[in-house]
């Protein structure tokens, strides 16, 4: 019998398993495994995820004991679906999607991959903690773990642009916040700058403001045991138009910006007309290669409120123990009518009884940590639960970490 080896990787988008033999090469009978010097040596298979440098590019011999195969992204389950049909299955191959997608022709199912969980544990425990459960599960068949997700900390792929040169010229540092975000702006436009920030048609590329305000319309939640988009929350939603309206009023972006197509959107950028725009973060080395001014960039995550507003709304000892306490909501409060805890979250009255205070004071303090974004709510019938926002919690500490 065939014995498997293999390592995988995955996300929403990019993904890549493994399958492969001790000796034996997947299929062919050839040699694998193992190189003349000892070293290990295995066969791989990528999608180029449309990368115009990786589509030119024949298959990359790196002249190591690492051989890869790049895949068309717009052929890839085409592909995929005929090198898993064949006798030379290769010993890593990247996956667009999960373990069970298309291109994998069932390929898991039917045994041809390893299981990894007990490698993982013995050799990546950290990469386990770091990875949330859910992108495991994208990798995951009967329970066992097939790829190792390829996660993101940052919801978006995409980047802010800046200009180094234009920041350094007006004195400002790369902005964190929307209010940072207009000063800068602003800046830009008073030195000169004819769009100090770059649109295009049909808002593509929109992140940088409808994600400081969570209402990017690619992402839902749900809420009251309801998917709905994020974009319905008619508030912030309303927020992040008129903080456009603001921009187009000021000149800081094309009038005709509606109307820009693509080809006009490059150009204005590599002319030098443009101070910050919004785009996959792969494209900072193509722009780079065209133009000879200064670019660089920041993801595109901006805190909606100044960083004051969650300093201020920890600086109470009552609010910092909630913000603890709901890290480990099973370990300090007393069970509500059956609710998962740490998955949808603690009522008020949980909270109450905890601080020994009044429901209004405790209602309070949880307004406070919903406002500066620390903790977020979902409705459950006539209760609302609160539980932390570990993405904000973890965007406040990378903010202290690199600025403080």
């Given at each position: ?335 509500h009518e059956g609710i998962d805890m740490r998955e949808i ?60």
């Open positions: 019998m065939r014995k498997k080896w293999g390592l995988a990787m995955m996300s929403a988008l990019i993904a890549v398993a493994s399958v492969g033999c001790n000796g034996t090469k997947a299929g062919d009978g050839g040699e694998s495994g193992v190189a003349a010097d000892g070293k290990l040596s295995f066969t791989m298979s990528m999608a180029t995820s449309g990368n115009k440098h990786a589509e030119r590019s024949k298959d990359v011999n790196t002249n190591t004991d690492i051989q890869l195969t790049m895949f068309p992204f717009k052929d890839f389950d085409s592909k995929m679906t005929l090198m898993l049909a064949s006798s030379d299955i290769l010993d890593v191959v990247q996956i667009v999607g999960g373990a069970t997608s298309r291109g994998m022709s069932g390929s898991v199912e039917a045994g041809v991959f390893m299981p990894l969980d007990d490698l993982l544990k013995e050799h990546a425990p950290n990469l386990m903690k770091s990875v949330p459960e859910a992108a495991w599960q994208e990798t995951s068949v009967d329970g066992n773990i097939y790829g190792i997700p390829a996660w993101l900390s940052n919801p978006s792929r995409r980047a802010l642009f800046v200009r180094t040169d234009l920041l350094e010229k007006i004195g400002l540092q790369p902005p964190k916040t929307v209010d940072e975000f207009l000063e800068v702006m602003r800046a830009m436009k008073k030195e000169g700058v004819e769009f100090p920030y770059q649109m295009r048609e049909n808002f593509k590329y929109a992140d940088t403001i409808l994600g400081a305000f969570d209402v990017l319309p690619s992402q839902i939640e749900l809420q009251n045991g309801e998917v709905v988009p994020k974009f319905f929350d008619v508030e912030n939603m309303t927020t992040a138009l008129e903080t456009y309206k603001m921009m187009y009023d000021e000149g800081m972006i094309p009038k005709d910006f509606a109307t820009l197509t693509s080809s006009d959107y490059g150009k204005n950028i590599e002319s030098g007309k443009s101070g910050m725009w919004s785009e996959n973060a792969q494209a900072l080395a193509d722009y780079r290669s065209k133009t000879t001014i200064d670019i660089s960039i920041i993801p595109d995550i901006m805190i909606r409120m100044k960083p004051i507003e969650v300093f201020k709304a920890l600086s109470n000892e009552s609010r910092l123990e909630i913000l603890q306490w709901l890290k480990e909501p099973e370990q300090y409060f007393t069970p979250g603690v009522c008020v009255s949980q909270v109450t009884e905890k601080l020994n205070m009044t429901q209004s004071t405790a209602s309070q303090y949880l307004s406070i940590l919903h406002r500066a974004g620390l903790i977020k709510t979902e409705r459950l019938g006539k209760f609302t639960y609160y539980k932390r926002d570990e993405e904000v919690i973890r965007e406040i500490g990378e903010y202290l970490k690199q600025e403080i």
